[in-house]
T-cell receptor, first 116, second 112 residues
């Protein structure tokens, strides 16, 4: 079974530019998460999708960040315009919705963003 | 609100046991997790424990949960150099839609 795929792996941009990250979850996983991991910290949830609907985007800085999962499969996270403090690793995770009380989240390798 | 705290660094000798500690604040935690992150990689789930359990053992890993003190620990027996990584504890809690709240991670260094 293929894991969570993310691209690009690395991105360097200047502040005020825009950038987009892509994630393809494990096949059949209904729930998809985007996390931001700043150096030296644990991942923090930005947005959670179930199929093509948003479950929670309360931690997403909506003035500059947007995300979509139009067909309920892969997802794109965009930052426009980027700020220096957006430098981080952006992790995508997915989980099945089996109805069980515990649903493991599987993480992709992440996209490392550096804003200069 | 919820908060998860971990010590930042731990060094052990190869072959010794490692114990990584974590405290959490939310009494409604349902599941508690340990993830491993190697350099440049995503997070790998190591093990998890349901909040009504005290202990879970999985090969070299032992998880202990003290609900009264809201303290979680991960013991790695016979620690190897390949265990060097950052270890994160994380929790989900009732009403969280299964979202994870992570600690800041503990950097484990295994010395030869």
């Amino acid at each position: 079974e293929a894991g969570v795929a993310q691209s690009p792996r690395y991105k360097i941009i200047e502040k005020r530019q825009s950038v987009a990250f892509w994630c393809n979850p494990i096949s059949g996983h209904a729930t998809l998460y985007w996390y931001q991991q700043i150096l030296g910290q644990g991942p923090k949830l930005l947005i959670q999708f179930q199929n093509n609907g948003v479950v929670d985007d309360s931690q997403l800085p909506k003035d500059r960040f947007s995300a979509e999962r139009l067909k309920g499969v892969d997802s794109t996270l965009k930052i426009q315009p980027a700020k220096l403090e957006d430098s981080a690793v952006y992790l995508c995770a997915s989980s099945s919705t089996s109805g069980g009380a515990q649903e493991t989240q599987y993480f992709g390798p992440g996209t490392r963003l550096l804003v200069l | 609100g919820e908060d998860v705290e971990q010590s930042l660094f731990l060094s052990v000798r190869e072959g010794d046991s490692s114990v990584i500690n974590c405290t959490y604040t939310d009494s409604s935690s349902t599941y508690l997790y340990w993830y491993k992150q190697e350099p440049g990689a995503g997070l790998q789930l190591l093990t998890y424990i349901f909040s009504n359990m005290d202990m879970k053992q999985d090969q070299r890993l032992t998880v202990l949960l003290n609900k009264k003190d809201k303290h979680l620990s991960l013991r790695i027996a016979d620690t190897q150099t390949g265990d060097s990584a950052i270890y994160f504890c994380a929790e989900t809690w009732a009403g969280s839609a299964r979202q994870l709240t992570f600690g800041s991670g503990t950097q484990l260094t295994v010395l030869p």
